[in-house]
């Protein structure tokens, strides 16, 4: 398995500011993942975060929004960018354990932003 | 793209046994999860099929067939801890090993 972190695990920001959530992973993974969780909804695929590369978005999300690090294989970052009220939802960070085929996906605490 | 269904919500009492049904459509099918997931809290992995059959792990068992694009997940001797919602995810070749996850059902067990 695979031990993640994230930080902040909460917070409150005003329209128009950025947040920048920070995710550390106790291993070495190539593949991260940033998913959103909206209020009463499922988890919702942002992109996909390689060490080396640029980020993979999915339909709907965009760099210039949610932009990402990736600076090594323990650390990313994610960016909400310009946030609207339609942006609060937890955000999380998910990796793969050992072998990204066998192996199962593990997700971080989350960080529950809200914003006003 | 994906579909994914399973039930918005379902109730049943403690030590009863209940099954959360999953339905789905991808093209290229690599795997099938279910998690856990409290209010408030990040979804906890329960269960993974990628071959037809049943896995069995301690009160949880899952169940696929790949030809019918089908899944279960059977919950025994339910406790009052187990009330969350359970998430049915697929494993896409096709999204980069991502998964994808269908809306969730949350399962409410009473005395």
């Known amino acids: 398995s695979a031990v993640i972190s994230q930080k902040p695990s909460r917070d409150i920001c005003q329209r128009g500011t950025s947040l920048t959530i920070q995710c550390q992973v106790d291993s070495q993974v190539t593949m991260m993942f940033w998913y959103r969780q909206q209020p009463g909804q499922s988890l919702t695929l942002i992109a996909t975060?390689?060490?080396?590369?640029?980020?993979?978005?999915e339909s709907g999300f965009v760099i210039d929004k949610f932009p990402i690090s990736r600076p090594n294989l323990t650390f990313s970052t994610l960016t909400v960018s310009n946030m609207s009220p339609e942006d609060s939802s937890i955000y999380l960070c998910s990796v793969f354990g050992q072998d990204r085929v066998t192996d199962t996906q593990y997700f971080g605490p989350g960080t529950r932003l809200t914003v006003l | 793209g994906q579909n994914i269904d399973q039930p918005t919500e379902m109730t049943a009492t403690e030590g009863a046994i209940v099954q959360i049904n999953c339905t789905y459509q991808t093209s290229g099918f690599n795997g099938l999860f279910w998690y856990q997931q409290h209010a408030g809290e990040a979804p906890t992995f329960l269960s993974y099929n990628v071959l037809d059959g049943l896995e069995e792990k301690g009160r949880f068992s899952s169940f696929l067939s790949r030809s019918k694009g089908y899944s279960y997940l059977l919950l025994k001797e339910l406790q009052m801890k187990d009330s969350a919602s359970y998430l049915c995810a697929v494993r896409d070749t096709n999204s980069g090993y991502a998964l994808n996850f269908g809306k969730g059902t949350s399962l409410l067990v009473t005395p």
């Open positions: 975060a390689n060490q080396g590369s640029e980020a993979t978005y």
